[in-house]
């Protein structure tokens, strides 16, 4: 009987060295006369044990890692294939307590299959939201969608349905469906995952986006940094079109939905919805003004939907189990689950899929162990590189969009990255500053110049120059960017600013009383 290997192909466990095991383990075995079947899967999540090595068993998959070529004879002598004892065997897969405390719904097959197998995706209930899709009306695809309570997992958080809904109401010969894949946030990988190991599920999602609006033709943008990511999908989309899943004809229902991958340039900015399709249309990546909506006038001024990778790869359970299935996991008006990235300073770090309702701590020490350093935990960031910086005392908050409001931070894309009490909070709002300087469109002057200014000044209180002046300027200055930037760039660089100032005062060289508005 052949026997079934696992070792992933995510180029997170490809950095580590997970294309070299995988050829040591193909030539041990043939040296051994073995047959053995190697599957090249995705990750799963688990960045601190890759690369993950899992052999199918009676009982289940078993686990070894992180295992290195140097490993691999070892593995064979103790009988790894049969799931055999060894000093790196970590026992089954799905027992494992960070992966066993999950609830993976986005993330359901990312880990398990052969990204490029659609066997393996239609196997493993791929295409089954599709499927009820096609035998839906518009009206009710988007009222799923909306009864699910999906929320803009890119990090603006707008309700998902009523997006859909808009594109849907508005009257236009052609529409389109635009996948926002340009990645930037600091920490954050939970896009590249699923684009890298279960890229059907985005196609699928963004044909039932198409079908729900009639929008005919789709975009990914993706960042130019993932050439893995691209070439998975360009794999992917050639055979979702020779398979009948994208093209003139989907599935015998007459129904069209076309789409490709397009590559940005690399600029921060073109995250933002409208300077993204500025640079679609081939123009240079600036902001435009709203109104009008994209919704309404959006790619070459035609009504578009633009939704991140992790709202779109998350339609397709809604449509296979329904909205009110999906709407039971969260809290409040946080519905579903959100994939997690814990990174920086961090002992585990890796993606987390849960529903709304847990806390940063548990995040922090139930999954991620603490810091890398044994040192503790000053502060995290939460939401990417315009996040707001969490202290210790803040970290019994609820993962959910609201209860982070109330306390001025943002949940974003999901991304925390870890610091330990060896940062200096000042250097790190100085880099908040010095960020938005170098990734400023430049088509407003708030964040143009004052982010240029914000620099300066957070250069002479880091050097303890006149802080009674400069404190005070600061803080005038965030509040020129929050409430005259033309987006969010500028509008938000004042949340990792001014919570470094208000929260870790002494690294500014200044007393809490001080540090009062």
């Keep these: 009987m052949s026997i079934t290997i696992y070792v992933p192909c995510d180029s997170s466990a490809v950095s580590l060295g997970a294309d070299r095991v995988a050829t040591a383990i193909a030539k041990e075995a043939a040296t051994r006369g073995l047959d053995i079947k190697l599957v090249r899967n995705g990750s799963r999540g688990m960045f601190w044990l890759e690369p ?87 009206e009710q695809i988007v009222q799923a969608v909306t009864d699910s309570g999906l929320r ?42 699923v684009m890298e190991d279960d890229p059907f ?99 070459f001024g035609q009504p578009t939907v633009v939704n991140n990778v992790i709202s779109l790869a998350s339609v397709p359970i809604i449509l296979d189990k329904g909205g009110d299935y999906y709407r039971d996991f969260g809290i409040g008006r946080s519905r579903g689950t959100l994939p997690v990235q814990l990174a920086g300073n961090i002992k585990r770090p890796g993606l987390v899929e849960l529903s709304f309702g847990l806390t940063l701590r ?53 991304g925390i990255v870890v610091f330990d009490d060896t940062v200096n909070m000042a250097e790190m709002a100085r880099y908040s500053m010095e960020f938005c300087k170098i990734e400023s469109c430049g088509k407003c002057t708030p964040c143009r110049i004052g982010s240029t200014r914000g620099v300066e000044v957070m250069d002479d209180i880091i050097n303890g120059r006149n802080l009674d002046k400069n404190i005070p300027l600061l803080r005038d200055l965030c509040d020129t960017l929050l409430n005259g930037s033309l987006c969010a760039l500028g509008g938000m660089t004042p949340y990792p600013v001014l919570s470094a100032l208000n929260h870790f005062p002494e690294d500014f060289g200044i007393n809490a009383k001080a540090t009062a508005a």
């Design 52 to 138: 993950l090595v899992e052999v199918a068993t009676a009982k289940g998959r078993v686990a070894y890692g992180p295992v290195q070529p140097g490993d691999v004879s070892g593995l064979f002598d103790a009988d790894f294939t049969q799931g055999g004892a060894h000093a790196l065997g970590l026992g089954l897969t799905e027992e494992l307590d960070y992966f066993k405390k999950q609830q993976r719904l986005t993330f359901a097959r990312i880990g398990k299959t052969d990204p490029l197998s659609l066997t393996d995706y239609v196997e493993n209930d791929g295409y089954r939201g599709l499927k009820n899709a096609l035998a839906m009306s518009q």
């Design 152 to 193: 803009g997992r890119g990090g603006a958080a707008f309700p998902t349905g009523i997006k859909w809904k808009t594109v849907l109401n508005t009257a236009s010969a052609q529409k389109y469906i635009i996948c926002n894949a340009d990645e930037g946030d600091s920490g954050t990988f939970s896009d590249r995952m």
């Design 201 to 299: 599920v985005l196609i699928e999602g963004m044909t039932i986006a198409g079908l729900a609006v009639d929008a005919t033709q789709g975009y990914i943008y993706l960042r130019i940094e993932y050439p893995h990511a691209c070439e998975v999908l360009n794999a992917a989309i050639a055979t979702a079109y020779k398979e009948g899943y994208l093209g003139d004809n989907i599935q015998g229902s007459g129904k069209t939905f076309d789409l490709e991958v397009r590559l940005g340039a690399g600029a921060y900015v073109c995250g933002e919805e409208t300077s993204l399709m500025e640079s679609l249309e081939g123009k240079r990546g600036l902001v435009r003004f709203k109104p009008p909506l994209p919704a309404i006038s959006g790619l």
């Design 362 to 414: 548990e995040l922090l020490y139930d999954f991620g162990g603490g810091s890398a350093s044994g040192r503790p935990i000053k502060a995290v960031q939460v939401g990417g590189p315009l996040g707001a910086y969490l202290p210790e005392a803040q970290f019994d908050t609820v993962l959910d969009y609201e209860a982070f409001a109330a306390i001025w931070a943002v949940v974003g894309h999901g």
